[in-house]
């Protein structure tokens, strides 16, 4: 006599069945580290006062200034799974005076104001699909915004222009010759250097779980709030700091807001030279 299997065993069988399609396809996919210096090379013009926007997923975006008129972008990887080349898109999308770089995984939109990235459900259960830790690498020409946004990867941009700077899981620094810099992490350290700053526009730099400091040029106005919850809260401009974890100040002529925030971290209030080094209290 046959035994014949219950509904819940069939499922159980069923299940198991593709459990192990699934992990032998993945692991075959794997295997030791592979990398290339040169996944994606791209140069293009782009005068001030445009703006450039960088978009990264898994990786980690450095800027630098561009040695003329062009930006220049580099993407290099690392990965274990897949293949980048096939696996991956660079998408350069002009608008105006915008520019937007988007490292794409599988298939997604990139634009300066939505940035999607995602492999289908069919290329992750075949294996088609990459584990691939990407660094943009953008040379951009003086006085060029720059717009940088990773999920998983530090942000590090050098400029001669306004920043804003985000990341999920990794650390921001930014230093400028012309602020302002909006910068924000939640899980990371957050560094801002700024000599001068152009227009009215707020100063901001936030994280959840690291120290936050902002560097700012020696004459300031400026209306100041830093905060903490766990970590410590100081500042120079000859502001005093109350008991607490919370600080609220005008200097000089007041204006232009400067929040420096963190939850587990310290919140530090700099001043700089014009030289770029730091002044003293």
């Known amino acids: 006599m046959h035994a014949i299997l219950s509904r819940s065993a ?150 001669s222009a306004p920043v804003h700077a985000r990341t999920v899981n990794g650390d921001v620094k930014v230093g400028t010759a012309v602020g302002p810099v909006d910068a924000a992490t939640v899980n990371g350290s957050v560094d801002i250097r700024m000599t001068t700053l152009m227009g009215t526009d707020p100063v901001r730099a936030e994280s959840v779980t690291g120290d936050v400091n902002a560097w700012l040029p020696v004459t300031l106005d400026a209306s100041v709030s830093l905060s903490t919850v766990t970590g410590d809260v100081s500042a120079d401009y000859g502001v005093a700091v109350a008991t607490g974890k919370k600080l609220s100040a005008t200097i000089g002529a007041g204006g232009r807001t400067v929040t420096i925030k963190s939850v587990t971290g310290s919140a530090r209030l700099g001043r700089l030279a014009a030289d770029g080094s730091i002044a003293k209290p």
């Open 10 to 159: 069939a499922r159980r069988t069923l299940h198991a069945a593709l459990f192990t399609v699934v992990t032998s396809t993945a692991c075959s996919f794997g295997g030791s580290e592979k990398s290339d210096p040169a996944l994606f090379i791209w140069s293009g013009p782009l005068a001030a006062p445009g703006t450039v926007h960088l978009r990264n997923l898994n990786g980690e975006i450095v800027v630098r200034p561009s040695p003329d008129s062009e930006v220049h972008v580099t993407a290099s990887g690392t990965w274990h799974k897949g293949n980048p080349k096939r696996d991956m898109n660079f998408q350069v999308v002009t608008s105006g005076s915008d520019l937007t770089i988007c490292a794409i995984w599988g298939h997604g939109t990139c634009s300066a104001t939505t940035y999607h990235s995602s492999s289908s459900g069919l290329n992750k259960l075949f294996g088609r699909s990459t584990d691939a830790n990407v660094t943009l690498t953008v040379l951009v020409p003086a006085r060029v915004l720059v717009d940088a946004t990773t999920m998983n990867g530090d942000v590090n941009v050098t400029a």
